[in-house]
Nanobody
Framework: QVQLVESGGGLVQAGGSVRLSCAAS????????MGWFRQAPGKEREFVAT????????IYADSVKGRFTISRDNAKNTVYLQMNSLKPEDTAVYSC?????????????????WGQGTQVTVSS
């Protein structure tokens, strides 16, 4: 069984930065793509960013492109999301997910394990 545990969320002012981490259990972390998704109150889950197994292919949602950076450390079984120039509309619960395969994808149905999520609140 794979477990994903996010950390790093909190309250930040608009324009500030937050770094999220997602630690994965299991010995095959490096075989799979990883993704970050978010869900704001009253809204559907939204794709944020994804990174393939090697880190060589990355996709961002248009809403975060140029502000967020996804990365991974396969030696530490951890994926990160560096969030800069935060806006109030970035407020959401951020969840990491493990892909079913090695290739990156923005489709949540291509992910089979999900973390519990961490709250990020951006004040104006």
């Amino acid at each position: 069984q794979v477990q994903l545990v996010e950390s790093g969320g909190g309250l930040v002012q608009a324009g500030g930065s937050v770094r999220l981490s997602c630690a994965a259990s299991g010995r095959t972390f490096s075989n799979y793509a990883m993704g970050w998704f978010r869900q704001a109150p009253g809204k559907e889950r939204e794709f944020v960013a994804t990174i393939n197994w090697s880190g060589g292919n990355i996709i961002y949602a248009d809403s975060v492109k140029g502000r967020f950076t996804i990365s991974r450390d396969n030696a530490k079984n951890t994926v990160y999301l560096q969030m800069n120039s935060l806006k109030p509309e970035d407020t959401a619960v951020y969840s990491c997910a493990r892909g079913r395969y090695g290739g990156s994808s923005y489709d949540p149905y291509e992910y089979d394990y999900w973390g519990q999520g961490t709250q990020v609140t951006v004040s104006s």
